[in-house]
């Protein structure tokens, strides 16, 4: 079986508590430390710590995490920082850990015609670390990001 082809039998084990319930889309499942770290102190005590929750990925939602109970949600402004996958400004972070944001590619692409983004966050990964989890809204790697927006930014540079 390809993996576009679809299949039934795994779209139904498809959880409920996976898919946002605004969008309807899969949202990415995230550690409790990552709403701790990323969501408006004075929302702390809404987080339910036998819940699980998941990122919602898609652009144009409202919602940031969602739980296993579809009432109770987080949304973008309920966050301390503006998420990549949710608000396209060039002032917002491409990397949360080493602090890039689209302008500083950009600005990097426009001085010297080449982006040195992704070794850069390579590079400090291994040393000194990254911490993700605790510093990007969606809780896990940032170089897919980089690499989407290094494309798009390529193009605006041309
Ligand atoms: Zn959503």
């Not at 079986?1 to 084990?13: A, D, G, I, L, Y």
């Not at 005590?45 to 579809?70: K, M, P, Q």
Request: aromatic share 6%; with cysteine.
């Amino acid at each position: 079986m390809k993996c576009c082809e679809t299949n039934s039998k795994n779209e139904k084990s498809v959880e409920q508590s996976t898919i946002c319930p605004m969008c309807s889309n899969r949202g990415a499942k995230v550690q409790m430390v990552t709403l701790t770290n990323l969501l408006e102190e004075n929302l702390l005590s809404l987080i339910r710590s036998n819940n699980t929750y998941h990122w919602c990925r898609e652009g144009s939602c409202e919602v940031s995490y969602f739980s296993n109970d579809a009432n109770h949600f987080f949304k973008i402004g309920d966050l301390k920082v503006k998420a990549t996958a949710k608000d396209s400004s060039l002032d917002v972070p491409v990397c949360y850990c080493f602090n890039h944001t689209r302008q500083s590619v950009l600005d990097e692409l426009r001085a010297t015609g080449e982006s040195t983004v992704i070794e850069d966050i390579k590079a400090k990964m291994k040393d000194p670390g990254c911490f993700c989890e605790k510093s990007n809204p969606q809780g896990s790697c940032c170089l897919a990001n980089n690499r989407k927006w290094l494309e798009e930014a390529k193009k605006l540079v041309d």
